[in-house]
Each structure stands twice: as structure tokens, then as C-alpha cells.
T-cell receptor, first 118, second 114 residues
Framework: EPEVTQTPSHQVTQMGQEVILRCVPI?????FYWYRQILGQKVEFLVS????????KSEIFDDQFSVERPDGSNFTLKIRSTKLEDSAMYFC????????????????FGDGTRLSIL | DQQVKQNSPSLSVQEGRISILNCDYT??????FLWYKKYPAEGPTFLIS?????DKNEDGRFTVFLNKSAKHLSLHIVPSQPGDSAVYFC?????????????FGTGTRLTIIP
């Protein structure tokens, strides 16, 4: 079964450094998302991406964050200058184009990248 | 932000019995609801979903019920198996031309007792 792949599984970075989290969505999916889960808290939406542009972003997704689809397979999340509070699990998700009466398609998630900021 | 609530942080059920997980929501714009299962060190795995035009959706041992007037949904697992032990998340979205951000509940840890 096709799956979303995320690398690395764990990233340790010094505060103030840039970090890039990578994702390979399911190949025929067109909608891409990043979520994060701080330890002990809910999974929360960061950003959605479609047709090479951001569709929606949350208030968490400030100027320090950016997303990119540099080629036909990868989807990346960059944090320019990391802060201690960026420590979390970051999940990438993708979903297929809606078709017919199936107007909603479920999002499928990768196994996440654990980001630890020191 | 408590738009999606799972009021039971944990639930224990005997193997072979029915597991019922509950979820409440407050945002009346939500029209698509999903259940995800999560094991430690893995991402959420999609289980089953339901659109607001339905009140029930079934897939094998999993059935989701939606009560729109009460803004409540539930996931029934029958019969429960030891492999069902995991954290279950309820999520909801509002239709937005395919770009539907999910709002998650806090999760319910289900333990199946052999």
C-alpha cells in the first residue's frame, strides 16, 4: 500500500539554526499538509499546499516557516531560525483529488519527524 | 481551541467485546469526520470516515455513527482484538474544495485486555 515517507525520523538542532524536514507524499496525491504535535498536546494544523502554493496556514505558521515542493516528489518544511518551542513531532500528510460523490478524501500521514531543539 | 473533544482519555475493553469511542464537536461547519489510530513512534493511520450526509458508515469491524443534531460521533469496534490497542484520534474538517485542514481531538488510549 502506498505510504507517505518522512525523513529524518529524528532531528536534533541547536536553537537558531535552520532545519529542513522532508516528505515524499503518496504519488498520485495533490494536496499536501504539515501538522505538528507538541508532547502531550493535540495534533495541530500548520499549513496546506496545493498547485504549488499555500492554500491555508495557521497562526503558528509565521515567517520563520516555509514550505516547498522542489520537484515532482518531495514536499519540504523549513524552519529558518529554530526556537525551543519548535520542539515537536512534525507530520506530513497528503490526500487525493476529490472525485464524484466522494467529495472528501482522507488524509494519509507519514510517521513523522521528531524535532528536538537544544 | 476545543472544537473537537474526546472526553475519555483512556478506555479498557475485554478482547472480543465491543469498544465504543466517543467524540464531540462544536463547529457546525464541520461536514467530514475521520478516525485515526496511532501507535507509538508512528503517524496517525486512517481508519474510517463519514460525511455529514450520512449517519453511519461501516468497514469490517469498524463502524462510525454520526449524530449531527447532538454534534456527536462514535467509533464502534467489534469484536475488539489485542492489536486494536492504540490511541484513537477523532478529526473533523469543513469542505473547502479539497483543501480541508483537520482539527483533531486529544485522543483516547484504548487498551484491549486479553
Amino acid at each position: 500500500e502506498p505510504e507517505v515517507t518522512q525523513t529524518p525520523s529524528h532531528q536534533v538542532t541547536q536553537m537558531g539554526q535552520e532545519v529542513i524536514l522532508r516528505c515524499v507524499p503518496i504519488s498520485n496525491h495533490l494536496y499536501f499538509y504539515w501538522y505538528r504535535q507538541i508532547l502531550g498536546q493535540k495534533v495541530e494544523f500548520l499549513v496546506s499546499f496545493y498547485n504549488n502554493e499555500i492554500s491555508e496556514k495557521s497562526e503558528i505558521f509565521d515567517d520563520q516557516f516555509s514550505v516547498e515542493r522542489p520537484d515532482g516528489s518531495n514536499f519540504t518544511l523549513k524552519i529558518r531560525s529554530t526556537k525551543l518551542e519548535d520542539s515537536a513531532m512534525y507530520f506530513c500528510a497528503s490526500s487525493a483529488l476529490r472525485a464524484g460523490h466522494a467529495i472528501n478524501q482522507p488524509q494519509h500521514f507519514g510517521d513523522g519527524t521528531r524535532l528536538s531543539i537544544l | 481551541d476545543q472544537q473537537v473533544k474526546q472526553n475519555s482519555p483512556s478506555l479498557s475493553v475485554q478482547e472480543g467485546r465491543i469498544s465504543i469511542l466517543n467524540c464531540d464537536y462544536t463547529n457546525s461547519m464541520f461536514d467530514y469526520f475521520l478516525w485515526y489510530k496511532k501507535y507509538p513512534a508512528e503517524g496517525p493511520t486512517f481508519l474510517i470516515s463519514i460525511s455529514s450526509i450520512k449517519d453511519k458508515n461501516e468497514d469490517g469491524r469498524f463502524t462510525v455513527f454520526l449524530n449531527k443534531s447532538a454534534k456527536h460521533l462514535s467509533l464502534h469496534i467489534v469484536p475488539s482484538q489485542p492489536g486494536d490497542s492504540a490511541v484513537y484520534f477523532c478529526a473533523a474538517s469543513a469542505t473547502n474544495f479539497g483543501n480541508e485542514k483537520l482539527t483533531f481531538g486529544t485522543g483516547t488510549r484504548l487498551t484491549i485486555i486479553p
